[in-house]
């Protein structure tokens, strides 16, 4: 369910031929940025914009899911503890 965008990995830990700082991609246009760029977006307003939006999209994901997960464990924890009780 949930979709993580894989981002390239630099592989220049381990002797690589390429020589290229630590450095980050922007999430939504993969542009390079600062290793402190936080959040992982570049300085476009449109790619900020973005990535805000994305936020909140993954927060109400996130409150969705837990409000569905609780209403299956409830009614499972309910008949769980009346096994145990009753
Ligand atoms: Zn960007």
Partial sequence: ???KRTSQVVGSFSGGAGKVPPHK???ICHEAISIK???RVCKDPACLE???QDEKNQKTVRI???IFFGLFAIPYL???VMNIVG
């Fill in 25 to 27: 991609h922007c999430r």
């Fill in 37 to 39: 760029a936080e959040p």
């Fill in 1 to 3: 369910m949930v979709s």
């Fill in 78 to 80: 309910l008949t769980l």
């Fill in 50 to 52: 973005k990535h805000e």
């Fill in 64 to 66: 969705a899911m837990f």
